[in-house]
Every structure is written in structure tokens, then in C-alpha cells.
């Protein structure tokens, strides 16, 4: 089982970039861990950190306003390139619950939401409305998956799709395997019959 995704309110950070791939995300020099947890302390390694292993004060995220941020408002087609599903996992590590982008590569949008993270697909001008409101300094966003629906604490509101699937899954803390043992007893049922 996962959390439940219903209503979160976080405050949001900016990377006000187009094709953030996976690689950038969770370097592939970290893949060799076998556990699920821990990846959000090397999530975006390559520009977070100097090369003596500082952390970069250039870098959006490590910018004091944004320290602490649950919500990601990116650019166009993010989480491309390889399909590693230990991007979403370095991204709901770090704290991230919700990412929000014009658009996204369709591998990381399963991804993200097979490990309860939400992903939001909003118009182009939204999401610069949104960076423009979170890149002025702490801004606070509540996203209501049943809603469907966010808004700012400054009054910009936004709707937003969901594949009803993947929003009852979601609503219900379910994966792939919960979703399945729903129909535990079917299974049992028709596993007696086919052995009997």
C-alpha cells in the first residue's frame, strides 16, 4: 500500500527547465542500490553539488526559498530519457508529493504515479504563472486530487486532468499489487477450480 493522495498543500520550488532527463535526476552511478529509499539525498547530484561535494548555491533547489518544497513546477517534457523508475523514487525521497509541467515524458508519468507520486499536466502559460508566483519567494500551492483542481494562496486557480484509473489508485493509497488483491478471493476461487 501507498499513501493516500487527497489533498496536499506544499510549498513549491521552481526549475525553470525543458528536458530534465532521468539521468540528470538520479545519476546513474546510484542505480547499484538495491533498496527503494535513500535516492533523495543524490537527486540532481550532477548540479546540486561542486565538485569538492559542496553544495552549489546556483542550483534552483538549493536556493534558501525553496528549502523544503513538496511541490516541483518544471519545465516541458520532464523525467525524458532512460525509462529508470529511480527518478520518481529519488524525487518522493527528496519530498517531493507533486510535480507539475507542461508536459512529460509518458514512461516517468507512470512511474511517478505507480509510486504515489502525483504528476500534473497543466497549459504552458499556467505552469509560467505558477513559476512566476514561486520564483518571487514562498509560495504555497494545495492540490486536491478528487478536485482535481489547485490553487495558490495568492488566487491562481488551475484544473487539471486524471485518468480516473490512476486517480482512484491514487485516492486509495493502491499499487499495482494492492489493486490486484482486491480480487484475492476471485484469484482463490479460480485457482481451487483450476487445481480441483
Given at each position: 500500500m501507498?499513501?493516500?493522495?487527497?489533498?496536499?498543500?506544499?510549498?513549491?520550488?521552481?526549475?525553470?527547465?525543458?528536458?530534465?532527463?532521468?539521468?540528470?535526476?538520479i545519476p546513474k552511478q546510484f542505480l547499484k542500490r538495491i533498496e527503494r529509499t535513500g535516492y533523495g539525498r543524490f537527486?540532481?547530484?550532477?548540479?546540486?553539488?561542486?565538485a569538492d561535494g559542496e553544495p552549489d548555491p546556483a542550483f534552483e533547489l538549493?536556493?534558501?526559498?525553496?528549502?523544503?518544497?513538496?511541490?516541483?513546477?518544471?519545465?516541458?517534457?520532464?523525467?525524458?530519457?532512460?525509462?529508470?523508475?529511480?527518478?520518481?523514487?529519488a524525487l518522493s525521497d527528496y519530498g517531493f508529493r507533486v510535480i507539475i509541467a507542461p508536459s512529460f515524458a509518458d514512461i516517468?508519468?507512470?512511474?511517478?504515479?505507480?509510486?504515489g507520486m502525483l504528476p500534473v499536466r497543466l497549459e504552458k502559460n499556467r505552469v509560467s504563472q505558477l513559476m512566476d508566483q514561486a520564483s518571487r519567494g514562498k509560495c504555497e500551492l494545495t492540490v486536491n486530487l478528487a478536485d482535481q483542481t489547485i490553487w495558490s494562496e495568492n488566487g491562481l486557480e488551475a484544473a487539471f486532468?486524471?485518468?480516473p484509473h490512476w486517480k482512484d489508485m491514487l485516492l486509495n493509497g493502491r499499487d499495482e499489487i494492492?489493486?490486484?488483491?482486491?480480487?484475492?478471493?476471485k484469484i482463490q476461487d479460480f485457482e481451487k477450480s483450476a487445481i480441483g
Open positions: 501507498l499513501q493516500p493522495f487527497r489533498l496536499h498543500k506544499g510549498k513549491a520550488a521552481v526549475m525553470d527547465r525543458d528536458n530534465v532527463d532521468t539521468d540528470q535526476i537527486a540532481f547530484f550532477d548540479w546540486r553539488y561542486k538549493n536556493q534558501p526559498e525553496f528549502s523544503g518544497a513538496t511541490v516541483l513546477i518544471a519545465g516541458e517534457n520532464f523525467g525524458c530519457g532512460s525509462s529508470r523508475e529511480h527518478a520518481p523514487w516517468f508519468h507512470q512511474n511517478c504515479l505507480k509510486n486532468d486524471m485518468d494492492a489493486y490486484t488483491l482486491i480480487h484475492e478471493d
